[in-house]
C-alpha cells in the first residue's frame, strides 16, 4: 500500500501509485470514435423505496448477507517479475577479476497479490479496483462457491481507480445495485470482501460521511466515508445497505497502522457503474477536456484579486491550441461558473468539465483584470494519462 496523505489503499500487497495527469496534460487529445455498436449490460437495480422515517434497527443482517455475499469475489493475480540474483557482480571491480561467466544472471520470478471483486450481471462482469489488477499477467476469480474461472481485463479507468473484468458463465449470481444517493450519514452498512486473504468476510458499520474528495487519492473522488473495518484486500469488495444492496466499491482506507481505524472509504456505486458502462461500451470513459491548469482560490488570493468569495478556480497554465486557448482564455482568469453551475475549487472543476461530452459546449463565466467576462469553449475528449505507474 501507499500512503498519501495518510491514506493507505487497502491492498497491502500492492504498491499503489496513481497516474500522474491532474489537470495539466501536455499532449493533444484524440477524440472519441462515434461509430461504435452500443453494448447494453444487464444489471439488477433496487426496487425498495427507502423510508426516511423508518428506522434501519434490526436484529440481524445475515439476509443481506445472503443476498450479496454469492456476488462478492475473491481476486488473485499474478506477474511475473525478473530479478538479478546478485547486482555485485555487475560491478566493474569484480569484472575485472572475474570473467563475462561470473556476471549476475537474472531469473523470473511470480509475484501474487490478493483482493476483492462484485459480480454485476449474470453474464459475469465483475467491478473492482484498477489497483487491484494493474500489471497483472493472470488474473484468476474465486466465487462464493469455490469454483475459480481466468478472468480478462474488459478495461480500467486508473482516474476513478475503477476496473471491470469478465469472466465466463451464466446465470452467476449478480448483486442488485442501490442508490447511493439517497444514501445518509447513521445509515447501517455491511462491508464484504477478502481481507488479508482469509476469506470472504463481513464487518458492519454506519455511512460516516458522504461526497469526500480533495483525498489525493483518485483525480476524480466523490467517496462515501464509513466506519465498517475495511482492511487490506477488501480492494474491490462490495459496500451494501441492509438490503443487501450494492451501494459502493470499497477502495481505501485511513491508517497509520495499516489496518482498520475506522475510516475508510467506498466509490459510490453510481459512479461505478457509469465508468463500468462507458468500458464495455466504448473501451475507455469519455471525459470533456479544456485544456487548462487550475488551481483553487486561497482566502489570500481572493483578496489580492478584489474577489468576494474563495469559489471558483483561477488559470494558471492553458495547452496551445487547446479547447480554452481556442476561446481566448488566458493565464489568470479566474473561471465562477461552468454552464451556469458555480464552481467551488479545483475538484468541483475538474468534475464539472469531465462529465461534459466530447463536441459539447462549455458557458464559461469569470473575472479578467477585475472585470466580468464570458466565453464559450468546445470540449474534447480528455486525454490518456502520460504515465502509467503500476500499483505494484
Known amino acids: ?47 425498495h423505496k427507502h423510508d426516511k422515517n423508518k428506522s434501519q434497527a434490526v436484529i440481524s443482517y445475515a439476509d443481506a448477507v445472503d443476498t450479496a455475499a454469492p456476488a462478492v469475489v475473491n481476486i488473485q493475480t499474478s506477474k511475473i517479475i525478473t530479478r538479478q540474483t546478485s547486482p555485485l557482480l555487475n560491478d566493474p571491480f569484480f569484472r575485472r577479476f572475474f570473467s563475462d561467466r561470473n556476471q549476475s544472471k537474472s531469473r523470473q520470478e511470480i509475484e501474487s497479490s490478493l483482493g476483492s471483486g462484485v459480480i454485476i450481471n449474470q453474464h459475469g462482469y465483475i467491478l473492482t479496483n484498477n489497483h487491484v489488477i494493474a500489471g497483472a499477467d493472470e488474473i484468476l476469480v474465486a466465487l462464493k462457491s469455490g469454483e475459480i474461472k481466468k ?22 449470481p449478480a448483486i442488485t445495485l442501490g442508490k447511493d444517493k439517497e444514501l445518509r450519514v447513521g445509515d447501517v452498512v455491511l462491508a464484504i470482501g477478502n481481507p ?30 464509513t466506519d465498517a473495518a475495511i482492511n487490506p484486500g477488501n480492494s474491490g469488495g462490495a459496500l451494501i445497505n441492509p438490503y443487501g444492496e450494492l451501494i459502493g466499491i470499497n477502495t481505501a482506507i485511513f491508517s497509520r497502522s495499516g489496518g482498520s481505524q475506522g475510516i475508510g472509504f467506498a466509490i459510490p456505486v453510481s459512479l461505478a457503474k457509469n465508468v463500468m458502462q462507458q468500458i464495455i461500451e466504448h473501451g475507455l470513459v469519455v471525459r470533456g477536456w479544456l485544456g487548462v491548469a487550475i488551481q483553487s482560490i486561497s482566502p489570500d488570493l481572493a483578496e489580492s484579486l478584489g474577489l468576494k ?13 487547446g479547447p480554452a486557448d481556442k476561446a481566448k482564455l488566458t493565464r489568470g482568469d479566474v473561471i465562477t461558473k461552468i454552464n451556469g453551475i458555480e464552481l467551488k475549487n479545483v475538484r468541483h472543476a475538474l468534475n464539472t468539465i469531465s462529465l461534459s461530452k466530447p463536441g459539447d459546449k462549455l458557458k464559461i463565466e469569470g473575472v479578467r483584470r477585475g472585470k466580468v467576462f464570458d466565453a464559450t469553449a468546445i470540449a474534447i475528449q480528455r486525454p490518456p494519462p502520460v504515465q502509467s505507474i503500476s500499483r505494484r
Open 196 to 225: 488479508f486473504g482469509v476469506g470472504q468476510t463481513v464487518t458492519s458499520g454506519i455511512v460516516s460521511a458522504t461526497g469526500r474528495d480533495m483525498l489525493g487519492i483518485n483525480t476524480f473522488e466523490n467517496f462515501i466515508q
Open 1 to 47: 500500500m501507499k500512503i498519501t496523505k495518510n491514506l493507505i489503499f487497502i491492498f497491502q500487497f500492492a504498491t499503489v501509485g496513481l497516474a500522474a495527469a491532474f489537470i495539466l496534460i501536455y499532449m493533444y487529445p484524440h477524440l472519441l470514435s462515434s461509430n461504435q455498436t452500443p453494448t447494453t449490460v444487464e444489471i439488477k437495480e433496487s426496487r
Open 309 to 321: 468569495s474563495t469559489n471558483g478556480i483561477i488559470i494558471t497554465n492553458i495547452i496551445v491550441n
Open 151 to 172: 478472468a480478462k481485463i474488459v478495461g480500467t479507468d486508473p482516474e476513478t481507480d475503477i476496473a471491470v473484468l469478465k469472466i465466463q458463465g451464466d446465470n452467476l
